[in-house]
């Protein structure tokens, strides 16, 4: 089991900054965290939760929804079980509950493809 805490999220206004972290715990969080893929994705009220980013387990490599491409990088930290996005350029679009989530299938823009989920994190941008 993996327990995954969000926190980073808030208010900020429109052009603004914000880092997503979440820490992932629990007996079999090592290689679950280092071994496995390790995504972000965000629902706003009333849609569907929907991909953000992920970053890859083998090499690090990364990929991006085309709405975020350019503004937002995820990174991890295996020593701190710690994966993070930074949000720059932030628009009210952007406002949603933010969710991590690790994962071993192959399906990294569905959100079955992943077996453990945080609680999410509020992020709310202002226009």
């Known amino acids: 089991q993996v327990q995954l805490v969000e926190s980073g999220g808030g208010l900020v206004q429109a052009g603004g900054s914000l880092r997503l972290s979440c820490a992932a715990s629990?007996?079999?969080?090592?290689?679950?965290?280092?071994?496995?893929?390790l995504g972000w994705f965000r629902q706003a009220p009333g849609k569907e939760r929907r991909f953000v980013a992920t970053?890859?387990?083998?090499?690090?490599?990364?990929v991006y929804a085309d709405a975020v491409k350019g503004r937002f990088t995820i990174s991890r930290d295996n020593a701190k079980n710690t994966v993070y996005l930074q949000m720059n350029s932030l628009k009210p679009e952007d406002t949603a509950v933010y969710y991590c989530a690790v994962g071993s299938s192959p399906m990294y823009s569905n959100i079955r493809g992943y077996d453990y989920w945080g609680q999410g994190t509020q992020v709310t941008v202002s226009s």
């Open positions: 970053i890859m387990y083998s090499d690090n490599s990364t």
């Open positions: 629990g007996p079999t969080v090592t290689p679950s965290f280092i071994h496995h893929r």
